[in-house]
């Protein structure tokens, strides 16, 4: 597709000259079977879900620990499933084995093979955002890149090697969670906004930084 609304490329200093933003919305953090069933009908139904998973970081060679977060997020919903205390219950597996549910996210590859580690299912409806992007003239991988190039603003990557299997998920991680889904849905919806809706394919703060402005809210189940 001929497409000349986004540069190619982004360089560094580039991406540094765009303000700082985040996502302002709802965030719901799921660590327990309740709100696990309390949240997911606000999800259901949704033609589009931004996707993302956060992993407890390793710093040997080699080895990659076992996903601990799932994300899914929406315009004003961020909702974090702590696989690590829940697992994958079916109605979770479900919804990403919806083939009319787009799930956009970056580099997702490895994300799916892992969780199909802990659970097999057959993933429908993923889009990752890193080949979607060249058919509008984008080059350019990495949901950093992707956000100002597509967005015109920049993101944190602060909290990416913190602990995601901690007793308690900090606020900043809790946000920093939930901007990495918005921004695959945001990135979505922005480039498929002057086409027809498109058909899913088959198979296939000042936390977190010196942020400032509107905090969001963050929704504890009990």
């Not at 933003?21 to 309740?34: A, H, M, P, R, T």
């Not at 308690?168 to 990495?180: F, H, M, N, R, V």
């Amino acid at each position: 597709m001929e497409n000349n609304l986004y540069s190619p490329n982004i360089t560094a200093e580039e991406i540094a000259a765009h303000e700082l933003s985040w996502f302002k919305g709802e965030i719901v953090l799921v660590d327990d079977l309740k709100a696990f069933r309390s949240v997911l009908p606000r999800l259901q139904g949704k033609d589009l879900l931004g996707f993302d998973t956060e992993t407890r970081p390793t710093f040997r060679k080699g080895k990659r620990n076992k996903v601990s977060l799932i994300q899914l997020a929406t315009d004003d919903l961020a909702v974090l499933f702590r696989i690590n205390r829940i697992g994958l219950p079916e109605e979770l597996i479900d919804l990403l084995s919806e083939a009319s549910v787009i799930k956009a996210g970056v580099a997702i590859h490895d994300d799916i093979r892992f969780l199909k580690g802990v659970k097999k299912f057959s993933p429908e409806g993923f889009i990752d955002l890193q080949a979607f992007v060249k058919d509008y003239g984008i080059e350019s991988s990495g949901l950093k890149k992707l956000t100002a190039i597509v967005l015109g603003f920049r993101i944190s990557k602060r909290q990416q090697v913190t602990d995601w299997e901690a007793e308690q998920l900090s606020e900043a991680q809790q946000i920093y969670a939930a901007t990495d889904a918005w921004v695959c849905h945001q990135i979505y919806r922005k480039l498929t906004d002057s086409r027809l809706t498109p058909k899913p394919p088959r198979g296939a703060l000042s936390p977190l930084g010196g942020f400032r402005g509107k905090m969001i809210r963050i929704t504890y189940i009990n």
